[in-house]
């Protein structure tokens, strides 16, 4: 008995030294940069940064907590240099500005926890996560050149992605490519220049659930499969204007109470901060301002029986308008080329969804005739496409083709930009 009693003593004994010696480090005050702080921590130990703009790719460490104190001030930044932050099993990043990176966040079988920060402006993903899904929650993913969220090849049901607010990315919001099998809940993925979420066929099985999916150009490709419990409405952000952006949703904003558990869709948890200056994407480093400050008041006390909101009945509403590029046609001919039929075959899916809808299909020319022929290739090529859809199973009286000929300029085919803009169809509902 005495000899187990000693045993007990001393183990406590060791669990209390072990969390004696566990330490904050401080940045800049003890060391001038993130980096030289997580050369010297040890797992349990915590890397407090105070603001500043840190130019470096910082690499975290297992089991080594790495915060910011004001994500507004505390910015890394990764010097298009390699990813700005490379991250670690284990690890922990929050209260930072991420920018300016490859990829801002670059996660390579790694499980890390990920959440508060704002992830803008980065050359490719703002997140890439590689066969292991980091838990990734209360982030603004905005901006990014690529894709908001990249994850291949993760397969995890312990670790989710949600409550983010991705928007405005340069192709999707989230794009789930080999095979994935993740759960995507509770996100507000909004004004992505490309899709919402792609899923490669392989990674159809994740569960995508309680997502407000708003305003894309295309809410989601065919291999992607969104529930009833999704929704499109406009998220009514506090402020969504580009000079003080506030993405937590307004007191009368349609996602309160409509995620997963009667969770709020987007960001939850205040101490997110309210307001950061978000700068348009361009090939300079990103100089993140400091705002006003703002006092966010406490949120109201939940009432003792809250209501239970149903379920949308709908899934998601395609955009009163949008591009396709990348068309193949032949230089003064409206045959299109048969690499074109992947993409339409998307929007052939996404308009057999919401067959009320009706859209005006509008083609471009080359700059290589008159206006008259022109205008008489134009009407060809939106001909061509709409044939197309049609024979993919689209009511062909939902589809009326029209030519833009003289009405809309016309570029060169020599020119990069004549090439892009003579494979180009747009899509417009017809109210």
Known sequence: MLKHLNVVLLFTGALAFQAAQTKTLRVPSQFPTISAALSHADFGDSVSVSPGRYSENVVLVQGVVLKGTDALKCIIDGMRRGPAVYGVAGSEISNFTITNGIDGILCENASLHIHHNWIIDNEGA???????????????????????????????????????????????????????????????????????IFSDPAAGQSQIVYNDIYKNVMPFNRY?????????????FVSASLGHPNFFPASRSPVIRRGYEQMDIGLMDHEMPAEVVVPEPAPAPVVVAAPEPVVVPPPPPAPVAPPVVPAPKVVVAPTDSFVMDGLNFAPG??????????????????????????????????????????????????????????????????????GYGSSKPKADNKTAAGQALNRRIEFHRIK
């Open 224 to 236: 992607t499969k969104v529930n009833k419990s999704n929704i499109s409405v406009d998220p009514m």
């Open 126 to 196: 703002g997140i890439g996560a590689f066969l292991s899904l980091p838990q990734i929650d209360n982030n603004v993913i905005y901006g990014n050149r690529w894709t908001g969220v990249l994850v291949w090849g993760a397969k995890s049901l312990d670790t989710k992605l949600e409550n983010n607010v991705i928007l405005r990315n340069g192709y999707s919001g989230i794009s789930l490519r080999g095979p994935t099998r993740i759960v995507v809940r509770n996100n507000i993925l909004s004004e992505n220049v490309e899709y919402g």
């Open 333 to 402: 001919s409206s045959e299109l080329a048969a690499a074109s039929a992947g993409k339409l075959d998307d929007v052939a899916e996404q308009l057999k969804k919401f067959p009320g809808s009706r859209f005006e299909i509008s083609g471009h020319t080359d700059n290589l005739a008159s206006d008259k022929v022109n205008m008489k290739l134009s009407v060809d090529r939106a001909n061509a496409v709409r044939d197309y859809l049609v024979k993919k199973g689209v009511d062909s009286q939902r589809l009326v083709a029209k």
